[in-house]
């Protein structure tokens, strides 16, 4: 069983920055493929970021150039930085977990930001 916690989440002014953090139980994180979802009221939860077990990086078009995936495995943690907020980037923000055909969620952190 891999469990998932977030952190980072907070509240922040337009153009401004966070860094998400998701510290992952367990001795597999190095095989896991890792991801970052948001869900923002009344909207379906949406990809934001994934980075495979050897570090290939996919964002939703909606992201590019401003958040950024990484991974340590040393840490057992991932990371989503996030720049330039806006105020359409508020939303709870989910790590998730895959190995195979099996996937973990985190219980998500909370991003508003404010206009």
């Known amino acids: 069983q891999v469990q998932l916690v977030e952190s980072g989440g907070g509240l922040v002014q337009v153009g401004g920055s966070l860094r998400l953090s998701c510290v992952t139980s367990?001795?597999?994180?190095?095989?896991?493929?890792m991801g970052w979802y948001r869900q923002a009221p009344g909207k379906q939860r949406e990809l934001v970021a994934t980075?495979?077990?050897?570090?290939?990086?996919n964002y939703a078009d909606s992201v590019k150039g401003r958040f950024t995936i990484s991974r340590d495995n040393a840490k057992n943690t991932a990371y989503l930085q996030l720049n330039s907020l806006k105020p359409e980037d508020t939303a709870v923000y989910y790590c998730n977990a895959r190995l195979v055909s099996i996937t973990y969620w985190g219980q998500g952190t909370q991003v508003t930001v404010s206009s």
């Open positions: 367990g001795s597999i994180f190095s095989i896991l493929h």
């Open positions: 980075i495979t077990s050897s570090g290939d990086r």
